[in-house]
């Protein structure tokens, strides 16, 4: 399975490469000859985190051929983009496969209303007459809006939606229709663009017909959402590789609870005596999914050990189940560490020209939480050279040096930063570096020479008479 | 050739003597700090209590800011809004020492956190405390008596007791001081080396910077000394001794800011100067004696006396005076307290309500030094065959100490590494009479004995005993194979300790054998106290000592449950409310709430203004609007209360409330204590008085307690259904309460709009609340 997403990381790696090489010279005008024949989006806002699935058939009306395809967005919601990923779909309904593309943000000049876009770059360029069908994935981030903004706490949490009833789009448009699924049928009211029905958890508008490029139409939907906002306004994660067999993650934790906000009183009597009625919205328990073989796991704040805490571990995966010190209301915040062990044979692999590589996963372990600020430290043994990064989305890269037990230069750190993480980026990264296996013996030596001298001076000493007089 | 063989034997079996007694000494240290890691591996490595929490604070600010900073360090987080001068009214040692050891480690690239630092200082201390136990018992009575006193040391449950892994606090480095400065003194009445007297007055300066208990050793020395000088024992080495230390460490203790002028203006002080001029008069008159010839001496005796009268009166006159203008008007309270037990309860409720400083039970004399109470008796009769100026010393430090133990419990503190000494000496004189009795009634020893003794002449034979000694040993074993590993070890280096006395006076000694069934009996007997020692210390060291107290376990028959409430509430605290808020309890929550929640508090552990600490017990003890005026004068946001009635926690605010009341009423007189007792009892249920049933405290701790069990409210601590259930607030809003209900958070509603409140009132005069407010406006609130 991870070898599987590893190579798939891979793939895209080198699929950018061929594609932006070729697509330099594309002419850009040429893709308003597009025109999009059927579209289909599926909107999922049953966590906190939407995820926006949009199948788009395109169809090249021009007289060149096009290679790349204009994905549109309002700036509040490309603002909240956290992941947008691209396939090329092949094959009918059973057997399809999916081919990731390449996709860029974009700026146009002549955008109307500031609209954000995002190019999608086609695998063979697509000539006259032809079509294709691409699935495009996208989430986003902080885009439920509680309300009412502040809630007691035997108050539900309801949130508002905002988006298009109509697909934004840079093409015109044939047919289109758009599904929302919300978590319950508690719907307390959506806008209306006929056609648009709701059965059930599911909301429906459309399917529309012959629109035009950029028709924009805004609905809002007001429901209930009760899932817990976990939201990590801060996550430092520190991996330090240690040749002696071990990999050591840190993660530190800065949590807050999302939602609407709680306000007035707190009663635990209320909080026990009635678990389904009070305090829907708020949280105790986060699962943390840790790589299998996880040892030495540890659960902590600043103040000491927070012992209400599960590990329940076999052999293909671990599941860490954690409780903050108190349930998690809106607004509420709360700090944490985890750390744990992992056998280094599993992540640290030589690469064909000598070099050695960490293979470990980018994201937050724990499950459904949105990431503002992620940053991922990587330790290097002391003695490594030249490291590089390779992942597979754009992050911010820099270099640090650290010093830990009797280090004598320091450690290399690669430090990798991004904003606005979701579970979608759990993929692989991995951090290449040169290094001589005598460094491993370095501080045992140097350990074994001070100690020798140590003895060497205290038998010195004894052997010497410093004293003036002779007594 | 023989002459060359036994010498070059006897070298190497002092150098193997040497070797095995360094390798004791690493074992005991390793004993000392491993048997305080019981809370470390039972619980976790986390700072222990109150008082720790607040050393722990002031380490981390001493490490963020600096030790410049540290002095100047004004704290506004706490005694809210009258701040505290930390730099200048804390005891630095145990915070600099810590500083320093992280300092060090992180020099070394070695990067623990300042908190596994102050976790691990105690038993570090500990080790450092039996190793200088061992070097103060062998400059009294030898090697053999030194390392056992040491072992005895490194597990006295007395000392454990403050020194566990997590117990951060002055004590843990002061008892190390303290030995080591009486150490020090005694090696330097011993050599009069300046050298050790030097040496001597920096131990003593570390001590000042440690612990108020210096005051213990600038008393006990100068005691000494004069016992010295009265019994005729007046030399020169006890004038270096005494008057480099006097006057260096006055000097060295005026640098520490929290002393400062006080070790030259308070009594504390004044007997080690008194002593200092009697110690120059005598030495004077030593020196005129050698000079004079016994005729002229004895005129000038009498000259001298005469004149000195007049002056000694003068001297006291100006000590009388200077005692009555010092600021402290004499003694200041606590060490009044140690002079006469009642002087605390009878005009102190503050000093009186905390438990450590109640005079102790005899059973906390079982459970503190245990064995060792019985031993000590014996170490005395030892230490006077034959009395030097060093085991003098040693009776006078225990005879005081014993003292000092019976007025405050925390003194026992004091009382336990001068009972280890003694019972290392009873002990290892006790095991060397013994073995000395068996091996001379050995018949083959005795006769090796003889035939060594023709051929090499005294000297020798005395390897020879020791050879013997080594022999009995294996024949003992048998006996030994009982006790614990670690006690047989002990015993060994007793065995082995024993030996020396022996060699001095052999021939004496043959004289006092004792008959070989009673000696084998005995020394079977003292190995099993030993034994049974050592199985109580370390039952004391896992069950009694080691709870952190911040987090509470209980096992029950479906496994074992953790409170972790406080933490949970102090969590709560710091990431939920905003920085700037005060929280308002009682002074036992102060350190742990600025330590853990960083939030200003009313009062602290500190408990140096009394006046502040009567005001937050007026206003628990208060109704509820009263208390709430008295609490909004004072910027409070949240009050926190400690409630364990749901889980039966007993140290909770509802046990400690009598404290308040009467600390409230000694500043504020219309809190009267009787109107909270029922026929002077104090109770919460039905029987309780009105003025108890509508207090705040109360309120806050059993507000909605009844829907908890279905409206019955019993209380497990106090065993009985509570007296209100219906507990409406006004004034307050619960924000939070912990899972098992042990911290209660509540926030002071914001004042209500004025004339709002005057329709609402008018609508409904009859109820119950208004009753309450007419009853709160009508007393009288101290801060207006």
């Known amino acids: 399975m991870e070898v599987g997403v590893a190579k798939h990381g891979i793939y895209l790696i080198l699929l950018i490469s061929l594609v932006t090489l070729s697509n330099l010279s594309t002419v850009r005008s040429s893709s308003s000859d597009l025109q999009i024949v059927d579209a289909e989006r599926r909107i999922d806002v049953t966590s906190h985190i939407v995820r926006v699935y949009l199948t788009l058939k395109v169809e090249n009306t021009g007289k060149s051929s096009a290679s790349e395809v204009l994905l549109a967005f309002s700036p509040e919601q490309a603002k909240n983009i956290a992941n947008l990923q691209a396939a090329f779909v092949t094959g009918k309904k059973k057997k399809k496969s999916y081919l990731p593309l390449k996709v860029n943000p974009t700026d146009l000049p002549d955008s109307p209303n500031g609209t954000k876009y995002f190019t999608v770059y086609l695998l063979n360029p697509l000539s006259t007459g032809e079509s294709v069908t691409i699935e495009v994935l996208y989430t986003l981030t902080h885009s439920l809006q509680p309300f009412p903004v502040e809630i007691s706490q035997s108050e539900p949490q309801l949130v508002y939606y905002h988006d298009s009833a109509l697909i934004l789009s840079h093409y015109y448009i044939k047919k289109q229709k758009t599904m929302i699924r919300t978590p319950s049928n508690k719907v307390e009211s959506f806008t209306r663009v006929e056609p648009a029905d709701r059965k059930g958890t599911e909301l429906k508008y459309g399917p529309y017909e012959d629109r035009s490029p950029y028709s924009y139409s805004p609905v809002i939907i007001h429901f209930e959402n009760n899932n817990p906002f976990a939201v990590v306004e801060e996550l430092v994660r520190e991996v330090e590789i240690s040749h002696w067999g071990n990999l050591q993650i840190t993660e530190h934790y800065k949590l807050a609870h999302g939602g609407a906000r709680h306000k007035g009183v707190f009663s635990r009597v209320e909080y026990q005596g009635r678990p389904s009625g009070s305090g829907a919205s708020s949280f105790k328990h986060l699962l943390a999914k840790l790589p299998p073989r996880v040892h030495s796991v540890y659960y902590r704040d600043g103040i000491g050990n927070i012992s209400s805490s599960h590990l329940r571990s076999d052999l293909r995966k671990s599941e860490l189940e954690i409780e903050p010190r108190y349930p998690l209301f809106g607004g509420w915040k709360a700090t944490f560490t985890i750390g744990y062990g992992l056998p280094l044979q599993d992540f640290l692999f030589e690469s064909d020209d000598g070099r050695r590589y960490l293979n470990f996963s980018f994201g937050c372990p724990i499950a459904e939480t949105v990431v503002d600020d992620l940053t991922v430290k990587v330790v290097l043994p002391e003695g490594s050279k030249n490291p590089s990064a390779l992942v597979s989305f754009p992050v911010e890269q820099n270099l640090e040096t650290s010093y830990s037990y009797l280090d004598v230069v320091g450690r290399t750190v690669v430090v990798l930063k991004k904003k606005n993480v979701v579970p979608e980026h759990n993929i692989p990264f991995q ?37 003036i007089r002779k007594s | 050739m023989a002459a060359v063989e036994t010498a070059n034997d006897k070298a190497l079996r002092y150098a193997f003597g040497n070797v095995l007694c360094f390798f004791i000494l690493l074992l005991i240290g390793v004993l000392a700090f491993s048997i305080r890691l019981f809370s470390v591996i039972k619980y976790e490595s986390v700072i222990h209590e109150f008082d720790p929490y607040f050393n722990y604070r002031v380490t981390q600010f001493l490490i963020k800011n600096g030790i410049y900073d540290f002095w100047n360090w004004f704290d506004d987080r706490t005694w809210y809004p009258l701040g505290r001068v930390i730099g200048g009214t804390v005891y630095p040692g145990l915070t600099l020492t810590a500083g320093t050891i992280w300092r060090i480690l992180n020099s070394l690239n070695i990067p623990l956190s300042v908190e596994t630092v102050c976790v691990f200082t105690a038993p570090i201390f500990s080790a450092f405390a039996a190793w200088a136990t061992y070097f103060l018992t062998k400059e009294v009575k030898g090697t053999g008596a030194g390392l056992t006193a040491a072992a005895l040391l490194a597990m006295v449950p007395s000392y454990i007791s403050r020194s566990v892994a997590g117990s951060y606090d002055n004590e843990a480095v002061a008892i190390f001081a303290l030995i080591f400065t009486f150490y020090l003194y005694i090696k330097t009445l011993n050599t009069g080396s300046l050298f050790y007297a030097t040496l001597n007055a920096i131990a003593y300066f570390y001590m000042v910077c440690s612990w108020g208990g210096y005051t213990f050793i600038i008393n006990l020395i100068p005691m000494h000394a004069l016992l010295c000088i009265v019994t005729g024992r007046y030399s020169p080495r006890l004038y270096i001794a005494y008057c480099p230390l006097i006057v260096l460490g006055t000097l060295l ?70 005692v009555a203008s010092s600021p402290t008007k004499g003694w200041s309270g606590r060490s009044l307290s140690l002079l006469d037990p009642t002087y605390a309860s009878k005009y102190i409720p503050i000093i009186a309500s905390v438990s450590e400083h109640q005079p102790p039970t005899w059973p906390s004399y079982f459970m503190d030094i245990n064995v060792l109470a019985f031993l000590v008796p014996a170490g005395i009769v030892a230490c006077f065959l034959p009395l030097s100026d060093a085991s003098s010393f040693v009776i006078l430090y225990i005879v005081t100490s014993v003292y000092f133990s019976g007025v405050m419990v925390r003194l026992m503190l004091v009382l336990a590494p001068a009972a280890c000494i003694m019972s290392g000496i009873a002990l290892s004189e006790a095991f060397g009479v013994f073995t000395r009795s068996i091996k001379f009634q050995l018949p083959g020893v005795s006769q090796s004995q003889q035939i060594d003794a023709k051929d090499n002449g005294s000297e020798p034979s005395g390897d020879v005993i020791r050879n013997d000694i080594v022999k009995t040993d294996r024949h003992d074993e048998p006996v030994k194979e009982r006790p614990l590993r670690r006690n047989k070890k002990k015993d060994k280096e007793n065995m082995e300790k024993a030996s020396k006395p022996s060699i001095k006076s052999k021939i004496e000694n043959k004289l006092l054998v004792l008959p070989l069934e009673t000696s084998i009996i005995a020394l079977f007997l003292l190995v099993l106290l030993g034994a049974f020692y050592v199985v109580h210390c370390v039952w004391a060291a896992a069950e009694a000592y080691s709870a952190p107290s911040i987090v509470l376990t209980s096992h029950s028959h479906d496994g074992l449950h953790v409170f972790d409430d406080f933490r949970e509430a102090y969590a709560w605290l710091s990431h939920n409310t905003d920085v700037d808020d005060k929280v308002a309890s009682w002074w036992d929550y102060g350190y742990q709430t600025t330590a853990m929640a960083n939030r200003t508090v009313i009062v602290d552990n500190n408990t140096w203004n009394n006046t502040h600490i009567a005001t937050v017990g007026t206003a628990m003890s208060s109704p509820e609007k009263a208390a709430w005026e008295i609490f909004n004068s004072l910027d409070v946001k949240y009050v926190l209360v400690v409630f364990g009635g749901l889980v039966g926690y007993s140290s909770d605010d509802i046990n400690k409330f009598l404290w308040m009341v009467r600390i409230g009423g000694g500043v504020f007189p219309h809190i009267k204590e009787p109107d909270y007792l029922r026929d002077g009892q104090y109770r919460i249920d039905s029987q309780a008085t009105p003025t108890m049933l509508n207090c705040l405290m109360y309120k806050l701790s059993y507000y909605r307690f009844a829907d908890t069990d279905g409206g019955k409210a019993y209380d497990r601590v106090r065993r009985t259904e509570i007296g209100k259930k219906n507990i409406k607030l006004t004034h307050f809003e619960e924000v939070f309460t912990t899972h098992h209900w042990m911290v209660r958070l509540y926030k002071l509603k914001p004042p209500r709009n004025r004339i709002r409140s005057k329709t609402k009132k008018s609508k409904s005069k009859s109820s119950s609340t208004s009753n309450q407010k007419r009853r709160g406006t009508g007393k009288k609130n101290p801060w207006h």
């Open chain 2, 253 to 322: 203790a005026a640098l520490v800011p929290v002393v400062g002028f006080n070790a030259v203006l308070t009594s504390e002080h004044f007997a080690s100067f008194l002593v200092f001029i009697i110690i120059h008069v005598v030495a004077l008159a030593y020196y005129i004696k050698g000079l004079l010839s016994p005729k002229m001496f004895k005129f000038a005796v009498t000259l001298v006396v005469s004149v000195g009268l007049v002056l000694c009166f003068a001297v006291i006159a100006v000590l009388v005076a200077l």
């Open chain 1, 431 to 467: 951090v290449y570096y040169n290094f001589h296996p005598m460094f491993m013996l370095a501080e045992p030596l140097m350990l074994t020479t001070v100690f020798f001298l140590l003895f060497l001076t205290s038998l010195a000493y004894l052997h010497m008479d410093i004293s």
